[in-house]
């Protein structure tokens, strides 16, 4: 299995607090994707990076979030102002041949974000 | 835009019986469908995908044939386990939203003796 690392696994932040998670991608993964995840159940797409630039995202991640992968073995995922609604779980993903037959995603173990 | 639909939130089986669990989707172009699972405090993992030249994709007993008539990639297996208890997530790329993989709201299968 692919190993996708996240860190931290854990943070809690105040209501207005800036957070941060960063997502090292499997060696040699050129795709990195992040999700939402809130309550165990629906995985929110939030964006999605190709050789590390930045294909395709939500609104709302254009205009809260600040999402980079500055090299091929660190991406991060920020928030600039938490607010009760972000409190989830974020899953990073990465793959080596997406689009294709064999592309799948790998998850990481996810950083669970509270919000008070 | 693309989407996903898994009409039920959750199924309740006694193991041994037959697993089926219902995806559509609709797409203006021919999309990769996908089933990935999440068992309880772990990250998901793919469990099977479609294929471009139709095979049907099987794995751990679990199979899902992509008929595209009807835009469905139900997911089966003749026999739950215990093991298969877990959130199901059905989902797409490849169609008209691009690359981006969207997932349906997921099926939380459970397994009872």
């Known amino acids: 299995d692919a190993a996708v690392t996240q860190k931290p696994r854990y943070l809690i932040k105040m209501k207005g607090q800036e957070a941060e998670m960063k997502c090292i991608p499997e060696?040699?993964?050129?795709?990195v994707f992040w999700y939402q995840q809130k309550q165990s159940k629906e995985l929110k797409f939030l964006i999605y990076f190709q050789n590390q630039q930045p294909l395709d995202q939500i609104d709302m991640v254009k205009e809260r979030f600040s999402a980079v992968c500055p090299s091929s073995s660190l991406c991060s995922l920020g928030i600039r102002t938490c607010e009760a609604e972000d409190s989830a779980l974020y899953l990073c993903?990465?793959?080596?041949?997406?689009?294709?037959?064999?592309?799948?995603?790998?998850f990481g173990e996810g950083s669970k974000l509270t919000v008070l | 835009g693309d989407s996903v639909t898994q009409t039920e939130g959750l199924v309740t089986l006694t193991e041994g019986l037959p697993v089926m669990l219902n995806c559509t989707y609709q797409s203006t172009y021919s999309p990769f469908l996908f089933w990935y699972v999440q068992h309880l405090n772990e990250a998901p993992k793919l469990l099977l995908k479609?294929?471009?030249?139709?095979k049907r994709p099987e794995h751990q007993g679990f199979h899902a044939t992509l008929h595209k008539s009807s835009s469905s990639f139900h997911l089966q297996k003749s026999s739950a386990q215990l093991s298969d208890s877990a959130l199901y997530y059905c989902?797409?790329?490849?169609?008209?939203?691009?690359?981006?993989?969207?997932f349906g709201i997921g099926t939380l299968l459970s397994v009872k003796p």
């Open positions: 993903s990465s793959s080596q041949d997406w689009g294709w037959d064999t592309g799948q995603l790998y």
């Open positions: 989902a797409l790329s490849g169609g008209s939203s691009g690359n981006k993989l969207i």
């Open positions: 060696k040699g993964h050129t795709a």
């Open positions: 479609s294929f471009t030249d139709n």
